[in-house]
């Protein structure tokens, strides 16, 4: 049972073109959502922390949002270093510290 | 800014051999992970380590697998003796409450 989906699985953008990778869950008593940048060859470096229905988090061109059922990772005008998988976890919903993967987002932002 | 590092970034063994990944998490954390991700595939949750014992482990970490924390700085995983499946990228993760969880680069381990 899939308890985190992303979508799309790939995205190409030109420089400059915003958008949007959806992450849904189907966790229930959500506990924490997680967004991690990875590059190839490289560990999840850690963007953002999600606790709560209507909670934002931004950095630089990236911002996170979070519904009751998915989160937004919404890319505005971005630029080529964008370029990277984006990955969106959940914490285990029993009493547990382990996150969920999700199979990311491949992102690529062409000049 | 302080990081969790991994060696060896590259490791090659032979079935059945023995293997050691090592990991030296960031200096005031508490909570150790081991994390491994099969080309391709989810990054997937192996062991939570933390007060000197396993609080959490997967059904992927069966008895061929261990971990310990010989000294107040590195953090290992051992494979006893290796099969094929264990190919795959081997991340060491730490934080220092139970999130968030900062991750190394990684040791591929490769099964011949």
């Known amino acids: 049972e899939d308890q985190v989906t992303q979508s799309p699985e790939a995205l190409r953008l030109q420089e400059g073109e915003s958008s949007s990778l959806n992450c849904s869950y189907t966790v229930s008593g959500l506990r924490g959502l997680f967004w991690y940048r990875q590059d190839p060859g490289k560990g999840p470096e850690f963007l953002f922390t999600?606790?709560?229905a209507g909670e934002e988090k931004e950095k630089e061109r990236l911002k996170a949002t979070l519904t009751k059922k998915e989160s937004f990772l919404h890319i505005t005008a971005p630029k080529p270093e964008d370029s990277a998988t984006y990955l969106c976890a959940v914490q285990d919903p029993l009493d547990t510290d382990k996150l969920i993967f999700g199979t990311g987002t491949r992102l690529q932002v062409f000049p | 800014e302080p990081e969790v590092t991994q060696t060896p970034s590259h490791q090659v063994t032979q079935m059945g051999q023995e293997v050691i990944l090592r990991c030296v998490p960031i200096s005031n954390h508490l909570y150790f992970y081991w994390y491994r991700q099969i080309l391709g595939q989810k990054v997937e949750f192996l062991v939570s380590?933390?007060?000197?014992?396993?609080?959490?482990k997967s059904e992927i970490f069966d008895d061929q697998f261990s971990v310990e924390r010989p000294d107040g700085s590195n953090f290992t995983l051992k494979i006893r003796s290796t099969k094929l499946e264990d190919s795959a990228m081997y991340f060491c993760a730490s934080s220092e409450g139970s999130q968030p969880q900062h991750f190394g680069d990684g040791t591929r381990l490769s099964i011949l």
């Open positions: 380590f933390y007060n000197n014992e396993i609080s959490e």
């Open positions: 999600l606790y709560s």
